[in-house]
């Protein structure tokens, strides 16, 4: 029959995976809209908590911000992005109506719904197991800097 994957139990066979669930929250000082590379911080938070296999958990709690892999080699292709929300979620159109924080308020937030508050990325050898062409950004979408906070979380498996 062979052996019995992990988690299984056999005739005589019976493996347990041990997990831990490790949690933390780190900021991010914005310049304004734009995407921010953070890919480094949180393989440093893998480094730091010793996890070679798992998930990684990123969230964050605000409206106008999100979070999104994109291609991080070529910083042209950020610009095109940006450049894109820019076209398609335009500031100052006479139909917004959510204005009292100023003319990025609506298009801000109408950004941060077309784009994700949380990403899932599996751990493999203690690394990220993304592309070798792909980065995690912080994605402000405020006119202005803002402070941003991201809650990790990771669930290290041995």
């Known amino acids: 029959m062979g052996d019995s994957p992990a988690g299984t139990i056999g005739a005589n066979n019976i493996q347990v995976m041990a997990m831990e669930w490790l949690k933390d929250a780190f900021e991010v000082q914005t310049r304004g809209k734009g995407m921010l590379p953070i890919t480094d911080l949180v393989e440093s938070y893998l480094q730091d908590w010793n996890v070679r296999e798992g998930m990684c958990f990123l969230y964050i709690p605000h409206a106008s911000a999100s979070l999104t892999i994109s291609e991080s080699y070529d910083p042209s292709s ?9 076209q398609a979620v335009p ?17 801000s937030h109408i950004r941060a719904t077309l784009t994700q508050p949380s990403l899932s990325i599996p751990v493999d050898n203690g690394r990220l197991s993304m592309g070798i062409w792909q980065g995690i950004f912080l994605f402000e979408h405020r006119a202005r800097s803002q402070r941003r906070r991201i809650e990790i979380r990771c669930l290290k498996t041995n």
């Open 78 to 86: 950020r610009q095109d992005v940006e450049a894109f929300y820019e």
């Open 91 to 107: 500031e100052k159109q006479p139909w917004h109506r959510h204005t009292l924080e100023g003319p990025d308020d609506s298009p």
